[in-house]
DNA sequence: CTCCTATCCTGCGAGC
DNA sequence: TGCTCGCAGGATAGGA
């Protein structure tokens, strides 16, 4: 379950890895899709190429080169690791050879992820609709305060759309609305301005511990998959369903949101 | 426009 | 013990 925590836990330990920005020989592609058809002549043009930062915008990776840029979204399931020739494991599905020696592969057993390319970041089309990052100041109160206006969705189905705020998927809009004091239920509309300001706050701080658990927890090893440990012992209301609420005890709820398992304390929360 | 639902995929755990 | 079944979930398409 990658969130914005864990993509950018291993886009830090991607850039470490290729800090010394080695030449991309070849991609050996295992298969021709993913989620996505995967635009596999678009990528080879950047065979020969240097790769000179790992970025991250919303949950995709962007390694970048002079040619453009490979753009790589972990859905579910996906990881990129450095392995040895000996090294194959089912579902490894794409391989990048550099010039040092360096082998990545990427593997995603349920191809929930996406490979692509792009010329220019800002007007791919995955990109152009999306949201701030919820740790720039461009989400501000202001900003989540006009998306949320009139709004008669659940504002949890809100907070996770990536048009009103990147980087917020169901774990982290449970426990963001949980220490906002708001019921994942309440429609948009209903939510105060003084409420907007406190969610931007604890969106922040979640995420931000998330990151800092991820990154103390890997270190400089590119993390095998983003399923286990890192933030999950933290979590206040997300799968405590029946457990005792961590502010007044009172048991924790379950309750399927536009299909989303969510949860919490109805007591804490209005 | 806004809102909602189905779809994609495989591994895992609960239940029998 | 071995089987079935439901669930996990971000992005997207399409219908109401």
Redesign the pocket.
Known sequence: ?P?LPEVETVRAGLQKLLVDRPVIQKFEFHRKDL?DPIPIKRIRALEGHRIDEVLRR??YLLFRTEAGYLLS?L??TGSWRAAQDSDRR??DHVAIRFDNGLKLVYRD????GILDWADVPETHP?FVELGPEPLSDAFSADLLWERLRG????VK?IL?S?ETVVGV???YASEALFRAGIRPTRL?GKVRRDECARLVDVIRDVLREAIAAGGSSISDYVQASGETGLFQSSFRVYDRAGEPCVSCATQIRKQVI????SYYCPKCQR
Do not use: D, L, V
């Open positions: 379950m969130e989620r919303s949950k979204h859905g579910m089912s579902h057993p349920r191809r929930f995955r709004r008669e969705a659940p189905n996770m990536a998927g169901n774990i948009g536009g299909g989303r398992s």
